[in-house]
């Protein structure tokens, strides 16, 4: 309905194959990477399985920020464009296939049970296994797509890549309203899907990333000095079985705030902001406004600037862990006994 065969939109998807997935078991993940846990994910391929470009993507806030039905007519306009001219572009070649059919744990508990395999599914189970081997980065694994609005990105959505506005790192750069972001470390992007995809590539111990732009017909390239934690990214809507449930939320406080209760001014004490239901009215044992000055008697952290933070890169769901705090100045402790998160289904 919302694209009539005689619209545009409508004309330029006549001259696609339209295919939808409905189960992953024997989709070859290898070639269809992407961050799982996103709500709508197009790939605009041809007959051969060369991946033009990518479509969809979202960020914490909600899961249609970047999509909407003028950006889906430039990419399939786009798409059209690549394809017939192909030749002039240098597309790498197809890794070797992965399918979730192959992997232990998502085929005794998903595939033999003959449930539906979904994309979070497979992410969840990935990144399982790489805990079990000890392997797993939690960085790059669970924190996945960084938002770009952390180095001031602003898309202006309906069209495509091009800058709304551009604040703080990539401002600094020399990013401008209006720019059309062509490459993320030299790989070609045509959408916010393709941007989010080679974005989220970038190790997380990366200090800078390379962006070029297209301003008004000119190539200018753009060195962006990455800000602490850009690649944070809350984990709420994604339900990872690895992640410890810490139950609550902090605010980082001030250096005038730790200064006045005498606290390490290079810690990461924080207030408590948030509380989950259970703690929030089943007898809790943290309050809204506690101050959490230490984990199992550490207060620093080279990478967490809160101990929530702290908790979810440091330790592993089901530990049970000594925090120190404060109400009201006084200093007390608490025990909180970590769970693993509730497997989303």
């Known amino acids: 309905m919302l694209s009539p065969p005689d619209s545009r939109r409508g004309k330029l998807l006549s001259q696609y ?34 991946i033009y470009m990518r479509y969809g993507g979202r960020d914490a806030d909600s899961a249609s920020t970047y999509l909407n039905l003028r950006s889906l007519e430039l990419a399939l306009k786009q798409g059209l464009e690549i394809h017939q001219n192909r030749e002039q572009y240098d597309f790498p070649a197809n890794p070797k296939p992965v399918f979730p059919r192959d992997m232990p744990d998502l085929k005794a508990r998903t595939i033999k049970k003959n449930l539906c395999v979904e994309c979070h599914l497979v992410d969840d189970f990935r990144v399982q296994a790489k805990e079990a081997n000890g392997n797993l980065n939690r960085l790059q694994d669970l924190y996945r797509s960084p938002d770009i609005k952390r180095i001031g990105i602003f898309l202006d959505v309906p069209k495509g890549l091009v800058v709304g506005e551009a604040k703080d790192a990539v401002q600094k750069a020399g990013m401008k309203a209006g720019d059309l972001i062509t490459h993320v470390e030299n790989k070609r992007v045509w959408t916010f899907a393709d941007l989010q995809f080679n974005y989220d590539k970038v190790p997380r111990d990366r200090k800078k990333v390379n962006l070029t732009v297209d301003r008004n017909g000119q190539s200018v390239e753009l060195v962006v000095e990455l800000p602490e934690r850009w690649w944070f990214n809350y984990l709420d809507f994604r339900h990872w079985s690895v992640e410890p449930k810490t139950y609550f939320k902090t605010t980082p ?29 089943a007898e809790p044992r943290w309050k809204l406004g506690d101050i959490i000055t230490g984990v199992e008697g550490a207060d620093t952290d080279k990478i967490a600037n809160t101990p929530d933070l702290h908790i979810k890169l440091r330790y592993d769901a089901g530990d049970v862990l000594e925090l120190q705090m404060l109400r009201d100045g006084k200093p007390f402790s608490s025990i909180l006994e970590t769970e693993q998160e509730r497997f989303r289904k």
Do not use: W
């Not at 189960?23 to 846990?37: C, K, N, R, S, V």
């Not at 730790?258 to 259970?278: C, I, T, W």
């Open 17 to 50: 194959v339209c295919a939808r997935l409905v189960a992953l078991d024997g989709i070859d993940i290898a070639l269809f990477d992407f961050d799982g846990h996103n709500a709508l994910y197009y790939f605009l391929m041809n007959a051969d399985g060369q």
């Open 253 to 281: 406080l001030t250096a005038k705030e730790k200064k006045e209760l005498g606290l390490n001014p290079d810690g990461f004490a924080s207030r408590v902001s948030h509380l989950e239901f259970y703690q929030a009215f």
